[in-house]
């Protein structure tokens, strides 16, 4: 005796192609229904239908294709996949490193005739490097250095570092080990080592592993987002220390373009800067540096490096230390 299912049988084989479950759908049709093919092509409605359903199915099969291929990490073709594995592995992927270099400045003859003593040149004021166009910061120990119109400061050096820096602001939720994505549309060019996270305008320390935050230490951790940016965590008391609710936190970060900010030259006197910022007088009155100041390079920016490549975070990063 047949069974009562046989004569509802579609598909005479598992197959692993839309086109041949589309043609084995419409075979079925044409004989239960005693109709011509014709009925069934694009031309007609039900054809039309069968169609669409052809097109969603496809889709379906590629999600699905795409979902198993990128949960591989050996498989995996966007790079947002491959980090992202790898940070669930336990490796911390390497973002951009900006190049750093060295500059003297030195006062012009107009700075003679300048109406003001010296200039207040603050932290990260922005140059324009000539040669390639890139924008460069300057990185001071401190918040500001003291510049004198007189010359008597002339030689003085200060490091430089090849990006633009950027700021975004979250609110603490007060919760043990919180965490915060801070996306960028640069992606993996936030600088692998520059970066600052302020709460209530106090710097707090920068740990590797939250098991290295000492009891109570005002400390965060910041690692290479999963999906995109930086991911920032703090304490829960026991290792580090929890945010207070409602605390504004501050995360200052730099986009660099990596190895491409090195300038390979064997004569620095060809490197030639200009200052994007204004510095200021005691008043606080905005001075165009560029009016008084020259700008001589005593090393070039360099060791600068791309993003780590992902051929080297699938090697490592099933194979990270613990």
């Not at 049709?29 to 069968?50: D, Y």
Request: charged residues 20%; aromatic residues 10%; glycine residues 6%.
């Amino acid at each position: 005796m047949a069974s009562p299912t046989s004569n509802f049988k579609v598909l005479s084989r598992l197959s692993l192609y839309v086109e041949d479950l589309l043609t084995q759908t419409i075979t079925y049709l044409t004989s239960k229904f005693n109709q011509s093919r014709a009925v069934f092509t694009a031309a007609s409605p039900f054809g039309q239908i069968l169609l669409v359903i052809e097109n969603l199915t496809q889709l379906v099969f590629y999600y699905i294709e795409d979902s198993i291929t990128e949960l591989n990490i050996n498989e995996s073709t966007r790079l947002t996949s491959v980090y992202s594995l790898a940070t669930l592995a336990g490796h911390n992927p390497s973002r951009a490193v900006s190049s750093i270099g060295e500059i003297t400045l030195a006062t012009n003859e107009d700075a003679l005739s300048a109406p003001y003593e010296y200039v207040i040149i603050p932290n990260l004021t922005r140059l324009r490097c000539l040669n390639n166009g890139f924008t460069y910061i300057l990185d001071l120990p401190q918040e500001e250095v003291k510049f004198s119109f007189s010359g008597t400061d002339n030689g003085v050096k200060l490091q430089i570092r090849q990006g633009i820096v950027e700021t975004q602001r979250v609110i603490s939720k007060g919760n043990p080990i919180d965490s915060f994505s801070i996306s960028s549309p640069q992606n993996y060019y936030v600088d692998n080592f520059f970066v600052n996270v302020y709460v209530n305008g106090e710097k707090w320390t920068k740990y590797d592993s939250i098991l290295d935050m000492p009891r109570g230490e005002k400390a965060v951790l910041v690692k290479t987002g999963i999906t995109s940016g930086i991911d920032i965590f703090f304490g829960n008391n026991n290792y580090g220390k929890i945010p207070p609710r409602g605390a504004e936190i501050i995360v200052e970060y730099l986009v660099t373009e990596g190895a491409a900010g090195n300038i390979r030259t064997n004569d620095p006197t060809k490197v030639q800067f200009e200052f994007i910022d204004t510095g200021f007088s005691i008043l606080g009155e905005e001075i165009n540096l560029n009016d008084y100041i020259t700008i001589e390079v005593t090393n070039p920016p360099f060791f600068g490096s791309a993003a780590e490549d992902s051929n080297l975070t699938r090697l490592i990063a099933p194979r990270v230390s613990k």
